[in-house]
Nanobody
């Protein structure tokens, strides 16, 4: 069993940066692929970024590529999402998710564990 808790959301202006954190409790954090998703009423929950168990492979949605960076610290059981050059369209509830797999997948149904989400609001 893995429990995930996101933090770091908030209200920022367009062009600013924000870093989200997701800390896991439970066993074998380093065995999990970790990903970030975001949810809006218009789009539902969509994949944002993912990182494999050792940080050697990352994957990004086209909409955030070059602006967001996902990283992890297995010693701290934490995955991060550094968000830069934020846009109003990045406004969403952001969730982290864990998948017991060596590959990164984009589908929400594939993930085993989810956090409660953190709100990110970007004003224009």
């Amino acid at each position: 069993q893995v429990q995930l808790a996101e933090s770091g959301g908030g209200l920022v202006q367009a062009g600013e940066s924000l870093r989200l954190s997701c800390t896991a409790s439970g066993r074998s954090f380093s065995s999990y692929t970790m990903s970030w998703f975001r949810q809006t009423p218009r789009e539902g929950r969509v994949f944002v970024a993912g990182i494999n168990w050792n940080g050697g492979t990352t994957l990004y949605a086209d909409s955030v590529k070059g602006r967001f960076t996902v990283s992890r610290d297995n010693a701290k059981n934490t995955v991060y999402l550094q968000m830069s050059s934020l846009k109003p369209e990045d406004t969403a509830v952001y969730f982290c998710a864990a998948l017991l797999s060596v590959v990164i997948v984009r589908g929400t149904d594939d993930y085993d564990y989810w956090g409660q989400g953190t709100q990110v609001t970007v004003s224009s």
